[in-house]
């Protein structure tokens, strides 16, 4: 059974701090999405990472792939309060797009 | 843009009834899914579909059916309603093999009283 664990579940950031959140995951896959959630919205594609060491930035936001440790990370960097939201990692297995997804980070970055 | 509309964002039934969440893309995309979000457990895969009259079934496939009549359209249906079936469902849909990130409707917030 493929596993997907995102740690940590709940983080509060300064603004201007930075921080990394971590997803492992329990099975061969080269195919990891990460995703964002506002409150009361869905899910907003944000990163699509398709090799190992695969990195993929958009503004304070870097987002990578160690296939062989079965890890990727998102970075956020300096942060502000718009970036508070849910982020979801999602691992592909079977190469036919059925993803399992992790069970969500809340950030939250406080003034 | 691609556009993933669900029919309901809000939806309060009685346990016992028969529920129909509709789902309907704009992209041609092959794949759909369905998955139930709650607090805690992130998103849990009910059924997927790679083609029209496919389905397969995904992690939590028990009390609940699909249909898929027309590529555009991916239906969930909840035989008979139970209060543990109170949840927030959200519709994805994306072109077929790895690599095509999924895109996601608004969900639905279905209440079971």
């Known amino acids: 059974e493929l596993k997907v664990e995102q740690n940590p579940l709940f983080l509060s950031m300064q603004e201007g701090k930075n921080y990394t959140i971590y997803c492992n995951y329990s099975?061969?896959?080269?195919?990891l999405y990460w995703y964002r959630q506002d409150p009361g919205k869905s899910l907003e594609s944000l990163f699509v990472l398709l090799s190992n060491g695969a990195v993929k930035q958009e503004g304070r936001l870097m987002a990578s792939l160690d296939t062989k440790a079965r890890l990727s990370t998102l970075h956020i960097t300096a942060a502000v309060h718009d970036l508070s939201a849910t982020y979801f990692c999602a691992v592909d297995w079977d190469n036919n797009n059925d993803m399992r997804f992790g069970a969500g980070t809340r950030l939250t970055v406080k003034p | 843009d691609v556009k993933v509309t669900q029919s309901s964002r809000y939806l309060v039934k009685r346990t016992g009834e028969k529920v129909f969440l509709e789902c309907v893309q704009d992209?041609?995309?092959?794949?759909m899914f369905w998955y139930r979000q709650d607090p805690g457990l992130g998103l849990r895969l009910i059924y997927f579909?790679?083609?029209?009259?496919?389905?397969e079934k995904g992690d939590i496939p028990e009390g609940y059916s699909v249909s898929r009549e027309k590529k555009e359209r991916f239906s969930l249906i909840l035989e008979s309603a139970s209060t543990n079936q109170t949840s927030m469902y959200l519709c994805?849909?994306?072109?077929?093999?790895?690599?095509?990130?999924?895109?996601f409707g608004p969900g639905t917030r279905l209440t079971v009283l």
């Open positions: 994805a849909s994306s072109f077929p093999s790895g690599g095509n990130e999924q895109f």
């Open positions: 992209m041609d995309h092959e794949n």
């Open positions: 099975t061969t896959s080269d195919r």
């Open positions: 579909s790679y083609d029209v009259k496919m389905k």
